[in-house]
């Protein structure tokens, strides 16, 4: 299934120990328990790695430092 291979995919970026991780709407296919679960471990390791994440999810969103938005091709800061 689709949540399936995004947590395959999540484990594999997270494998390496980089300090940068990009994602694309990483909660779109995931169900409400593995959606609680990506968050706890976001909260969990964004001490000591930076993520850039693409999302409409807005805990993802409140989880967050820092949030930008894009707006007529202009990047704005949300804060």
Same mark, same amino acid.
């Given at each position: 299934?689709?949540?399936?291979?995004?947590?395959?995919?999540?484990?594999?970026?997270?494998?390496?120990?980089?300090?940068?991780?990009?994602? @694309?709407?990483? !909660?779109?296919?995931? @169900?409400?328990?593995?959606?609680?679960?990506?968050?706890?471990?976001?909260?969990?390791?964004?001490?000591?790695?930076?993520?850039?994440?693409? !999302?409409? @999810?807005?805990?993802?969103?409140?989880?967050?430092?820092?949030?930008?938005?894009?707006? @007529?091709?202009?990047?704005?800061?949300?804060?």
């Amino acid at each position: 299934s689709g949540g399936q291979r995004q947590k395959v995919v999540l484990a594999r970026a997270l494998y390496g120990d980089p300090a940068i991780v990009v994602l @694309d709407e990483p !909660t779109s296919a995931l @169900d409400e328990e593995n959606k609680e679960f990506f968050y706890r471990l976001i909260s969990r390791l964004k001490e000591s790695k930076t993520f850039i994440i693409i !999302t409409h @999810d807005k805990e993802i969103i409140n989880l967050s430092c820092r949030n930008y938005f894009i707006k @007529d091709g202009n990047l704005k800061n949300l804060q």
